[in-house]
């Protein structure tokens, strides 16, 4: 079966410019998770979407980060003015169950690059 | 700050030794996994380890969970060059934090 998928995988944009980020989940996964990792790091938290309830928002840097889910499927990362420091893969996963140690299924991610 | 700590941060061995890579936390975990991430893919799971002093074997791969659900290590028996990657932890809070990963580089 199809795993979750991320669009575009590169992306290149100019600083100041807004970009939007793609992530298809498996079918039927109720959450689903955003993180970043810049080169050679870890991965940082951003954000939680489980189900209908409230997104956890607590991971997002600065209120130029926004995400949504609609209809508890696709999910979009956008990112406004866009800076230098945004420059990372971004990764997305989702999950099946509503309990928290069920694993992480995680997309290829988007590497962007702000220039 | 990082709310789980990795060590080593890299670590470069020859192929057959063992190695030992530790995660730890000041805080204590419902759960916590263990994933590996290569170059251009998302990370995937290894393992889950729930109950304070867990141990779990994948093969060459032995995950042990602390009695106090607030650390982890991993243990790679006779390391080989398809060992190589990111390794991550995880840990369940309110949602999922992971460390900043063992860069293992094993060399034939």
């Known amino acids: 079966g199809a795993g979750v998928s991320q669009s575009p995988s590169n992306k290149v944009t100019e600083k100041g410019k807004d970009v939007e980020l793609r992530c298809d989940p498996i079918s039927g996964h109720t959450a689903l998770y955003w993180y970043r990792q810049s080169l050679g790091q870890g991965l940082e938290f951003l954000i939680y979407f489980q189900g209908n309830s409230a997104p956890d928002k607590s991971g997002l840097p600065s209120d130029r980060f926004s995400a949504e889910r609609t209809g508890g499927s696709v999910s979009t990362l956008t990112i406004q003015r866009t800076q230098q420091e945004d420059s990372a893969v971004y990764l997305c996963?989702?999950?099946?169950?509503?309990?928290?140690?069920?694993?992480?299924?995680f997309g290829n991610g988007t590497r962007l690059t702000v220039t | 700050t990082q709310l789980l700590e990795q060590s080593p941060q890299f670590l470069s061995i020859q192929e057959g030794e063992n190695l030992t890579v530790y995660c730890n936390s000041s805080s204590v975990f419902s759960s916590l996994q263990w994933y590996r991430q290569e170059p251009g893919e998302g990370p995937v799971l290894l393992v889950t380890v729930v109950t304070g002093g867990e141990v779990k074997k994948l093969k060459r791969l032995t995950f042990q969970f602390g009695d106090a659900r607030k650390d982890s290590s991993l243990h790679i028996t006779a390391a080989q060059p398809g060992d190589t990657g990111l390794y991550l932890c995880a840990g369940v809070y309110n949602d999922m934090r992971f460390g900043a990963g063992t860069r293992l580089t094993v060399k034939p």
């Open positions: 996963a989702s999950s099946l169950s509503s309990v928290l140690n069920s694993p992480l299924h």
